[in-house]
């Protein structure tokens, strides 16, 4: 490790879609950038959460002079609260509404006393450590997102992700061009960029075409419309409140994290709403249909979630009927097409008519396609440049596009989660690699007990179930003196297969009286009581094996009384 | 039910994407048409295939004068050796590659012998009972399908499933167009079609599409060219085959389906192949990388198919290197998402070159868009027209597409697996629902004992897993005699948790302290032990909810000694 390298280190983001989380190092010095959670995969069986592992920075010790976060997304602020007491609590600076939507993390964690909160601003700059950060503002499917160009005492960084060029954002506030431009003429040493839409051609629409669609739905409605789309994208509920407002609607904000989200866009002026449009859920039922306009929650078919609770007619307000119309204002989130599915499904069941899917314009993506990737590349032109916030083949494709400009391979760097690399005038190169881990939250722990054996266990459990057997040995003799009884779950219907069960006693039965003392001390030694419990074990997994085709985990607990 | 009404029950395939199975019923008289499988939804923890529920047919006891196979995929044909024996062993009606697939899953069954198998062709008529069936050809993703016209008592029936209009497909042999315009000369009471592309506008491009993408992607590899497809895609396989040979390269087979599907159509001349083009795996390592294409299994990231043991360089003859080109010619069915793009992230990680994805032409689909689907209905003029095969926005759309073009919503019905519908001149409606559950397999089992209950049972033990508390207590005195003893999986890694184990096991100590002898007897009453494993099963299930915020299973099992 070279002392007047920069080093800059992925905890989460690299050749994975979620968990954003880097550090930038520099001697002693560090700062980190996001600190983002990943939604477990259908494998990862009760986890809740997946961390960025931060073991690198508690084994270095460097100083952090601070978290900068880019916005206000889970995958960039939602390991703030379980992360930042394990790294002796930097300050963490974000925009307005970036520290808007943090505050209730903290709060929820007891750390809003704990954890110093600084505003930052697009066009301001910021000095921590040996490290100058530029925010400028970007485009992005939530407000007041910024991008950092960073000096540092290697070079200039620009660290610029979940962006696209939009001109014509809802807000009117573009991404910012010139700023881009003038930070190209610094001549960066390096860009980290996000690349989760490098397989789609062209631009991303502007956020705007959402408009005239929500226009040519509310036109012909006749009765309630119902919206659903991600609680965090204000704009879009702007455009929902403009639109409702245009057509004589009120709105009703529906499903806790779009209550949350509406009430503190508007407290801290992200959200025009004009007077009296937002009602309450209760106040619902003293309109007519055709005068209600639903925003809620649920576009990615979260079984708890607003949405699929109405398609459940399990919702208190809202009870889908004939003549309701839903907008799913979203593209279903790789793996979790089958959900969004079902519930679509279930409001056309329930007479709805649903608007959905790439047909109808009623959803653009917040991430640049490959004309706007080409085009940062271009203005920026960095020495080196790493694309991540994406899975290893959006890195790939980004590499092709990258060296279709001119780019040679040695500059186009591709870690992995957990990947050091060095940069210095003329060089930057993936050095190392450090932990780098999923850090699983399951209930309150985090990390530590809920371990890959222990995933390993629930993926048995879930296929065949459990099936314990449990006898009691005299603890002098050795014999068996009650058992074996046999109890199952998520293996057979107990009621239905009292043959089974009755014959796989019968088998431990017949092993077990060939069960001698081996130890001859009279006693039964721990190396029988081992035996024993694996021969129940191997004969129970092979009998049912031979007789069912399943092998559901075979426990055998051998009390000593 | 009137005794002159045609029944047509949905055993299968209605509101649902797989195990297509239909019944016509006339008086006594019956027969089925198609008996496939559904593969499980991610929460259908352990289940490896669902059946149609065949019980309507078993209680009714009407004569089934034949099964009727449209064509060999799995949706089709995979459930018939698992459902023949429960109805006395009809025949089984299909085409020559039909019955050449169905073939070893009834050798597999040992019912080979049992089984008469009835060849029919395109352009034939048979006799079963009183229904006369009429195949005639149709395109879809697989060699020699065809649909039927079936003339009933009470009205000639169209069965069209599993079809696109293709005028140019690879085998030339296109839907027989003619013969539905036939059909629809003679007023056909009902249709039945599939409609699970009722949401794609327009036409499907034809097969002969595929040949052009292979061409430009043979023309330029450099190494070796694997592609992966669905195995019975003959027509696919026909393309690499036909391109191979014009690029002069050889093909080998890889995937145990690949190897059997090209050796059964091969045998039965579904597949033409230029003398020595085909060669078996072991022989590859003779000929250079630029003369050797691979056509396998895996295309929907199946983890133990060839393309997936590929990418984790875990397949014997080929493992995959930078200059390797992998062409994945398929687009994955809703749910397998997340699978196929890890195997694409891997197998760019090793360095090859994948092609992919929508914006390439090397997938087309099997089924009608919107505009044949429109087409369909307007040569046959049905009175009466059920959508199946899709989901049931699918089904939605379709009445959509029909309403569109002046049929009435009396004229088409929507059914659910297990409805009952009845028609008769002018007269048809959903008339009743008779059983329809989900039947599954697991293992050697059928239905039965695994139930909805195991399911659930599978689904919490995947959550947090489960945590068994044993104790024996002397049968007399009611008096613990040994243990607690803590036994857990898939909850915590056990020596990380030493701490939350041990004070669970005080929690129980002290909750059992407390515990007295409720009956007065003397003896351990049945009430008490009812008592005795309540209160455990509640102390511990608070107690560690309260510490950890999870909720394993709590299994209490008390011995009586």
């Given at each position: ?12 983001g ?5 968990r ?48 900068f ?6 995958d ?29 993390k ?17 066009g ?22 910024v ?19 939009d001109?014509?954002?809802v ?51 006749q009765?309630r ?36 989200n ?31 306009v ?47 599915h079902?519930v ?54 980004y ?8 780019y ?11 990947s ?35 995933l ?19 603890s ?82 051998v009390?000593?009384?």
């Amino acid at each position: 490790m070279s002392k007047n390298r920069l080093r800059v280190i992925s905890l989460g983001g690299a050749g994975e879609v979620g968990r954003n989380c880097w550090v930038l190092e520099y001697g002693d010095d560090a700062i980190v950038l996001d600190m983002g959670v990943m939604f477990p995969e259908n494998e990862m069986l009760g986890v809740d959460l997946i961390l960025p592992d931060v073991t690198y920075l508690q084994e270095r010790k460097v100083k952090i002079h601070g978290v900068f976060i880019t916005h206000g997304h889970e995958d960039h602020i939602g390991a703030l609260p379980y992360l930042l007491p394990l790294i002796d609590l930097p300050p963490v600076y974000g925009t307005t509404l970036t520290l808007g939507l943090i505050q209730p993390k903290l709060k929820e964690h007891k750390l809003l006393d704990k954890v110093e909160r600084r505003t930052i601003e697009s066009g301001g700059k910021y000095t921590a450590g040996p490290f100058t950060i530029e925010p400028f503002h970007i485009a992005h499917s939530i407000p007041d997102a910024v991008a950092f160009g960073i000096t540092t005492p290697a070079g200039l960084v620009v660290y610029l992700t979940d962006w696209k060029f939009d001109h014509t954002p809802v807000d009117n506030w573009p991404t910012d061009v010139p700023k881009m431009a003038e930070l190209g003429r610094r001549n960066p040493l390096l860009m980290l960029t996000d690349c989760v839409r490098a397989e789609s051609k062209g631009v991303t629409p502007s956020e705007r075409v959402i408009g005239e669609a929500f226009d040519s739905i509310f036109a012909i409605a006749q009765g309630r419309i119902i919206v659903a789309t991600f609680a965090s994208n204000i704009s879009r509920v702007q455009q929902v409140i403009d639109t409702a407002d245009a057509y004589g609607r009120k709105v009703v904000a529906a499903g806790r994290s779009m209550e949350n989200n509406v009430r503190i866009a508007q407290e801290l002026g992200y959200l025009r709403v004009p007077e009296g449009v937002l009602i309450r859920p209760s106040q619902m039922s003293e309109y007519r249909d055709d005068e209600v306009v639903v925003v809620c929650t649920g576009s990615q078919g979260e079984p708890m979630a607003a949405l699929a609770r109405m398609a459940n007619r399990d919702y208190p307000h809202v009870k889908i009927k004939p003549g309701d119309t839903v907008v799913v204002s979203a593209t279903p989130i790789p793996g979790n097409e089958t959900s969004v599915h079902k519930v679509i499904d279930n409001l056309y069941r329930l007479g709805a008519e649903v608007v959905y899917g790439s047909e109808s314009p009623i959803h653009v993506s917040g991430h640049a396609a490959q004309e706007e990737l080409k085009m940062a590349l271009a203005l920026l032109r960095p020495q080196y440049v790493v694309p991540f916030h994406g899975d290893y083949r959006h890195m790939a494709i980004y590499r092709k596009l990258a060296l279709s400009m001119g780019y040679t391979n040695d500059q186009v760097l591709l870690p992995e989660t957990g990947s050091i690399m060095e940069f210095s005038q003329d060089y930057g190169e993936i050095t190392g690699k450090g932990p780098g881990g999923l850090i699983y939250v399951d209930g309150t722990a985090i990390g530590g007990d809920v371990t890959n054996a222990v995933l390993r266990d629930r993926q048995m459990l879930a296929k065949d179930g459990i099936l314990m057997v449990v006898v009691s040995v005299d603890s002098m003799t050795g014999k068996v003196i009650a058992g074996p009884d046999l109890v199952s779950r998520g293996f057979t219907h107990l009621r239905q297969s009292t043959d089974i069960i009755e014959s796989t006693k019968q088998r431990v039965r017949d092993s077990l009286d060939n069960f001698a003392d081996y130890d001859g001390q009279g006693g039964v030694g721990s190396t029988d009581l081992t035996y024993l419990q694996r021969k129940i074990k191997d004969t129970v997994s092979e009998f049912v094996y031979q007789q069912t085709r399943r092998r559901p985990m075979v426990l055998p607990v051998v009390m000593e009384v």
